[in-house]
């Protein structure tokens, strides 16, 4: 799996999987949902760790701003359910309109990159910021490019299932400690 990954990386085609049998499909999933979470914990730990050597400060972050304005509930259902609908809409679904050899690597490439970009306003607009955008919004880079990769082979539901699923693990731990009173930091 992680081999086809690379190779459809280099070269982005719109080619679909042409095996549909749900354990297949399941077990590409849950890999890819695993490389996904990976990814970004390693690039997270890096991003924090450039911030503690440093000394940086991006300020408040958006997810910080929703929990302080909406109910636990609100907030699930809009990382769980909201967003993965949206912006698989928005950054993915659209790529069945391009299935030119020739011009889908490019397609791919830009709306993974905007996907990406776009969440860097999810921190306070800062000069330091502005500069380290690129490595701040890694993770949704490198998961933007597995999320492409799942939607072209498997399909758009695919796509929104994994995104959900990405994002119900790494806001359910949150969840529970603002639950349980204990602070994040």
């Not at 776009?118 to 502005?130: K, S």
């Amino acid at each position: 799996m992680l081999l086809e990954l690379l190779i459809f990386l280099k070269y982005p085609t719109y080619r679909t999987d042409e095996n549909r049998d749900f354990k297949y499909r399941a077990g590409v999933f849950f890999q890819l949902l695993g490389l996904s979470l990976a990814v970004s914990f390693i690039l997270g730990w890096l991003i924090g760790g450039i911030q503690v050597i440093f000394d940086l400060d991006f300020g408040k972050h958006a997810v910080d701003n929703f929990f302080e304005r909406y109910s636990l509930l609100l907030v699930l259902l809009g990382a769980v359910m909201v967003a993965p609908v949206l912006e698989e809409l928005i950054f993915r679904a659209p790529l069945s309109l391009f299935k030119q050899k020739r011009t889908f690597p490019l397609i791919f490439y830009a709306f993974t990159l905007t996907f990406g970009f776009y969440h860097i306003t999810n921190f306070e607009m800062r000069q330091t910021t502005i500069l380290l955008a690129p490595v701040l919004v890694a993770p949704q880079l490198v998961v933007g490019t597995i999320l492409g990769y799942i939607r072209i082979r498997f399909g758009l539901v695919w796509a929104i299932a994994l995104h959900a699923c990405y994002n119900l693990i790494l806001v359910v731990p949150v969840l529970l400690y603002k639950t349980l009173d204990i602070p994040l930091e």
